[in-house]
């Protein structure tokens, strides 16, 4: 996991920005519509933010593959064990309507499947074995997503 999640967000947004200057023909939203994505890009980065601000106020490693020290349990991790790849992912579907090319919806597409084959098993690895029952409680009763 040498590529962290941010600089794989990063890159599909440049590649969703990429696409629809090369193929403007596959824009399907156009005019004041397409504002109601930086709405959604907000909402998605507020969650990711408000998570992170979780993991430093537990004093919690955030980045993947480092050792975890406290299992957050509080905000939006009552709802999703993964607050700031779901948030990430709606940021990226926002950016997705206000870019408005069709072809730019595969950035939060691809963040998702990544996260959730590459990323997550292993974090969720890692946290079970760190953290036992604690954990697989807390797995029992919060889905991955939503």
Do not use: H
């Amino acid at each position: 996991m040498r590529i962290k999640p941010p600089y794989i967000a990063i890159a599909l947004l440049f590649l969703s920005w990429l696409v629809d200057y090369l193929l403007p023909q596959f824009r399907f939203i156009f005019g004041n519509a397409r504002y109601f994505g930086i709405l959604i890009f907000v909402l998605g980065l507020s969650t990711t933010f408000y998570s992170f601000y979780l993991f430093k106020k537990n004093k919690t490693p955030i980045l993947p593959g480092q050792k975890p020290t406290f299992v957050v349990i509080e905000g939006p991790y009552k709802f999703t064990r993964n607050p700031m790849y779901l948030g990430v992912t709606i940021g990226l579907l926002g950016m997705s309507i206000y870019i408005g090319n069709l072809l730019s919806l595969l950035s939060p597409i691809i963040f998702f499947v990544v996260m959730n084959i590459a990323y997550v098993p292993f974090e969720e690895g890692l946290l079970e074995k760190t953290f036992g029952k604690q954990y697989l409680n807390y797995k029992k009763k919060v889905r991955r997503w939503i």
